[in-house]
């Protein structure tokens, strides 16, 4: 007698699905307007710092070899020497003019080098490590409270404007403006620096005017006399 079959196997019907792997939507994304707009203005940055660094470090160069010069013969006479007011023997001969004990241009020198090449790289399209943002940042800084008080030594203490010192202010105010709006909108010092980068890059234009002008009229009312007799020959 032939063995009993079962029957065939009892199925328990298709393994069970759970369905397509659930998803949460695709990776948000900046869309390709908005990256192309910051990928625009990274490099708007870095175009700034290559252009402000070229000026600024000539500007220190210069100020460097007037610097020999005036050591090897104090009574020679300077092309930026223009008026009894404006002129950078006595800057340099100050003693704000070697804060640390050797010539200020060279900080200069040494400063805009670095700002320069950073500038090539944001150009070449890289993205700078974080690590190196916030020493960027923390000199740039420095930068503008070192230049902010050597304006008020000029103004107030020695008397007089050098316009190579005045090249160096004008290429920093918007580099260090810049750099901060971008250190800040990439999140570096974080989230909540993040949201206040985003909200004042917007007005970094402003930013800088509104710098520009203060400086202006700080100018203007220390010797607005001295450019009356000057331009006008009038005394007042």
């Given at each position: 007698?032939?063995?009993?079959?079962?029957?065939?196997?009892?199925?328990?019907?298709?393994?069970?699905?759970?369905?397509?792997?659930?998803?949460?939507?695709?990776?948000?994304?900046?869309?390709?307007?908005?990256?192309?707009?910051?990928?625009?203005?990274?490099?708007?940055?870095?175009?700034?710092?290559?252009?402000?660094?070229?000026?600024g470090?000539?500007?220190?160069?210069?100020?460097?070899?007037?610097?020999?010069?005036?050591?090897?013969?104090?009574?020679?006479?300077?092309?930026?020497?223009i008026?009894?007011?404006?002129?950078?023997?006595?800057?340099?001969?100050?003693?704000?003019?070697?804060?640390?004990?050797?010539?200020?241009?060279?900080?200069?020198?040494?400063?805009?080098?670095?700002a320069?090449?950073?500038?090539?790289?944001?150009?070449?399209?890289?993205?700078?490590?974080?690590?190196?943002?916030?020493?960027?940042?923390?000199?740039?800084?420095a930068?503008?409270?070192?230049?902010?008080?050597?304006?008020?030594?000029?103004?107030?203490?020695?008397?007089?404007?050098?316009?190579?010192?005045?090249?160096?202010?004008?290429?920093?105010?918007?580099?260090?403006?810049?750099?901060?709006?971008?250190?800040?909108?990439?999140?570096?010092?974080?989230?909540?620096?993040?949201?206040?980068?985003?909200?004042?890059?917007?007005?970094?234009?402003?930013?800088?005017a509104?710098?520009?002008?203060?400086?202006?009229?700080?100018?203007?009312?220390?010797?607005y006399?001295?450019?009356?007799?000057?331009?006008?020959?009038?005394?007042?």
């Open positions: 007698m032939p063995a009993e079959s079962a029957g065939p196997a009892e199925s328990v019907g298709p393994a069970e699905s759970v369905g397509p792997a659930e998803s949460v939507g695709p990776a948000e994304s900046v869309g390709p307007a908005e990256s192309a707009e910051s990928e625009t203005d990274h490099r708007g940055w870095g175009l700034l710092l290559v252009i402000g660094s070229a000026i470090f000539l500007a220190a160069m210069i100020l460097t070899i007037d610097r020999i010069k005036l050591l090897t013969d104090p009574k020679v006479a300077l092309v930026c020497d008026s009894p007011f404006v002129t950078c023997g006595p800057v340099m001969s100050s003693a704000a003019g070697a804060l640390f004990g050797f010539p200020n241009p060279l900080l200069g020198i040494a400063g805009f080098a670095i320069g090449t950073t500038g090539m790289v944001l150009l070449g399209g890289a993205r700078l490590a974080r690590w190196y943002l916030v020493g960027f940042e923390v000199g740039c800084l930068a503008a409270v070192f230049i902010t008080w050597l304006q008020t030594q000029s103004l107030y203490v020695i008397g007089a404007l050098c316009i190579w010192c005045m090249c160096v202010w004008a290429v920093t105010i918007p580099i260090v403006v810049v750099t901060t709006t971008h250190t800040l909108s990439a999140g570096v010092f974080g989230d909540g620096a993040r949201r206040v980068g985003r909200a004042i890059g917007d007005w970094k234009i402003a930013v800088i509104i710098w520009y002008l203060i400086v202006i009229t700080a100018v203007a009312l220390r010797f006399r001295e450019f009356a007799l000057m331009w006008f020959g009038i005394a007042l």
